[in-house]
């Protein structure tokens, strides 16, 4: 079984979507772990980018490549 850790914790789903689809286009697994709000309320409820603990450190450094903006909170990997 792999073990995921967060990598980034973003005040929106939308930014934590649009994180989870950077990595996925590099070729790295991630998954979106959200409240449990429903419908609208979903969109702007805070929610944790996580990753294979393997593709970590490689997928950090995709989210804070030249071209990423200021994505997340600039949480560490692995926090919790």
Do not use: C, H, W
Not at 41 to 50: I, S, T, Y
Not at 52 to 71: F, S
Request: without cysteine; aromatic residues 2%.
């Amino acid at each position: 079984m792999t073990d995921f850790v967060i990598v980034r914790s973003y005040g929106s789903d939308l930014e934590a979507e649009l994180a989870r689809a950077v990595l996925e286009a590099s070729g790295i697994m991630a998954v979106v772990r959200r409240g449990d709000a429903a419908g609208i309320l979903r969109a702007v409820q805070p929610a944790d980018l996580l990753v294979p603990e393997k593709e970590a450190v490689e997928a950090v450094a995709l989210l804070d490549g030249p071209d990423a903006g200021n994505g997340g909170d600039g949480s560490d990997v692995g926090a919790d």
